[in-house]
């Protein structure tokens, strides 16, 4: 009788890469592996890697590193590093980590059980790494993590070339999905019990540029939005040049996609963001979230912010804090900029100080949470309709959801809650990231 065979998958990054191990681990299920917590138990152990920040990648090298204990305890465990590091340092991590079976890229996903079979076969080191997808990657089974939200990938890639970011030479040019294949995906998910659906891609605004089809992200909504088993429909990320009015008006007619925005602006100044190659100017953005709050006046508003890319001056940054008090967000994600080698703003001159880089972040989060209470308090002593998803990971009493707006919501349990069903609360207190109250 052959023995259990269990995967244990560790992921890293982006909601991209946390989709590609559902796919990872709906393809081991098919040649009977069964998923495991304990990588001790494992039989096969995957990494799914992320290299968009260096330092992230030093602790993931040094995870590598540490999976070499438990090949001393089973030499015949399958040890796979995949994913955006693969892509980039195939050679490298193969030469240095000899307990390494498998490097597999990120136009590779769908490959895996050939190469795992391969690998039992053989009992040598298998390398996958295509330099770019030849074509669109083959859907494959899919294991969720959950039962109410999931992921929908409808483009794989990007074309945008930001100059701090190394995505588009790990994910390759952008490549969209076929129209009927995220239907009939989403549809099944709806026919599964899941209530909410998030579709995914580096820029889901230039969705279907790349294909004859005439489709666009606008289309995709419209036909999204007549599923009548999913409730919610929300989708990230967008890059604010390529957002239109089509998308705007398409989004307020639609009964299900939730009225929330992120447009990550990155930068408050013009100069800055020229030199990042964002492909906007401030008054571009300033006139798209006018738009955006006459079509959809109840919409939130949220963003990603970089602080201290090379040549940001003590002016310019200020003209970065004037403009998201100005825009007023809901809520802002901030990061320091790291170096990231490959990318041309590795190279750029006057790269700022790390001491100063801090500085900045942490005057411009006063700032940003400050403004983020304030439009939060403004909902105190209204309803708010919630998908429930599931108990607060800190008070077990207390369950938790989320607003169309993508606002958190807490509330004590009364027992008649089921999880995946809509609610209403009264929000009775206001917190920078969370709201509090007590069901209808």
Not at 39 to 56: D, G, H, P, Y
Request: aromatic share 8%; hydrophobic share 35%; proline share 3%.
């Amino acid at each position: 009788m052959e023995q259990d065979k269990y995967y244990y998958i560790e992921t890293f990054g982006c909601q991209m890469n946390l989709n590609d191990s559902e796919r990872l681990a709906g393809q081991l299920r098919t040649i009977g592996y069964q998923a495991t917590e304990v990588a001790e138990q494992a039989s096969l152990i995957l990494l799914n890697t992320c290299c968009v920040r260096e330092s992230a990648e030093k602790r993931i090298y040094g995870r590598i590193g540490d999976m070499k204990r438990h090949k001393l305890v089973n030499p015949n465990i399958i040890i796979g590093v995949v994913g955006c590091m693969a892509q980039q340092d195939k050679e490298k991590i193969l030469k240095k980590f000899s307990h390494v079976n498998l490097v597999m890229g990120t136009h590779n996903i769908h490959q895996l059980v050939e190469l795992v079979e391969k690998i039992v076969q053989n009992s040598e080191p298998v390398m996958a790494v295509w330099d770019e997808a030849e074509r669109l990657a083959p859907d494959v089974p899919t294991v969720r993590q959950g039962n109410i939200s999931a992921w929908v990938p409808i483009t794989y890639g990007c074309n945008n070339f930001c100059t701090y970011c190394i995505v588009p030479y790990v994910r390759g040019r952008e490549r969209s999905r076929p129209l009927a294949d995220i239907i009939a995906e989403i549809k099944q998910l709806g026919t599964d019990g899941f209530k909410e659906i998030t579709l995914l891609g580096q820029n889901v605004n230039s969705y279907g540029k790349d294909s004859k089809s005439n489709v666009d992200f606008a289309d995709l909504l419209q036909a999204v939005d007549q599923i009548e088993t999913i409730e919610r429909i929300r989708y990230m990320t967008s890059h604010p040049r390529d957002m239109n009015n089509r998308v705007i008006d398409t989004i307020k007619q639609s009964k299900k996609v939730c009225q929330h925005f992120h447009l990550p602006i990155q930068s408050g100044s013009d100069a800055i963001l020229e030199q990042m190659n964002r492909g906007y100017t401030t008054a571009y953005y300033r006139q798209l979230v006018d738009n955006i709050r006459q079509a959809v006046p109840n919409a939130s508003l949220t963003t990603d912010l970089i602080v201290g890319f090379p040549g940001e001056s003590e002016e310019y940054f200020i003209e970065t804090l004037e403009f998201i008090k100005s825009i007023k967000y809901d809520a802002a994600y901030t990061f320091l900029y790291s170096e990231r080698s490959g990318t041309p703003a590795a190279k750029y001159p006057n790269q700022v100080p790390l001491a100063t880089k801090k500085a900045r972040l942490n005057q411009l989060m006063a700032v940003q949470n400050q403004i983020s209470l304030d439009i939060n308090k403004q909902l105190v002593g209204h309803s708010v309709e919630v998908l429930v998803e599931g108990p607060s990971k800190s008070d077990e009493n207390k369950l938790m959801g989320r607003t169309r707006t993508n606002k958190i919501v807490l509330w004590e349990k009364k027992g008649t809650e089921k999880i995946g069903e809509l609610v209403n609360v009264n929000i009775a207190t206001a917190q920078t990231w969370v709201l509090k109250g007590h069901l209808t």
